[in-house]
């Protein structure tokens, strides 16, 4: 599977932005779908994610209330809306996704398969 993400750009403090992820499968039903972020000198982290049987996502702390994390597995893509967007948000973005990643290790990635490019997105103060 491959995954291409987009969406990034820059934007002010405040603002939202809708990433997108899609993907070369024909349906990302089945799959473990996550959000990562990695900010310039920092390890990657955890973002958001949703379990393979779309249920109850899964957010990051900082993120929770902020950004949502959706699925439409007819067009083979999961989004992830950002709003009131922080300077700390500031981040490559990358999109995952695995066809058996459990519920509890939805926050892992290293129990993702397939990886995106990353989107950029920079938020000015």
């Known amino acids: 599977v491959q995954l291409q993400a987009s969406g990034g750009g820059l934007v002010q403090a405040g603002s939202s932005l809708r990433l997108s992820c899609a993907a070369s499968a024909r349906t990302l039903s089945g799959y473990g779908l996550g959000w990562f972020r990695q900010a310039p000198g920092k390890e990657r982290e955890f973002v958001a994610a949703?379990?393979?049987?779309?249920?109850?996502?899964v957010y990051a702390d900082s993120v929770k209330g902020r950004f949502t994390i959706s699925r439409d597995n007819a067009k083979s893509t999961v989004y992830l809306q950002m709003n009131s967007l922080e300077p700390e948000d500031t981040a490559i973005y990358y999109c995952a996704a695995s066809s058996r990643i459990i519920y509890s290790s939805l926050a892992m990635s290293s129990q993702y398969h397939y990886w995106g490019q990353g989107t950029l997105v920079t938020v000015s103060s």
């Open positions: 949703t379990p393979r049987s779309g249920g109850t996502a």
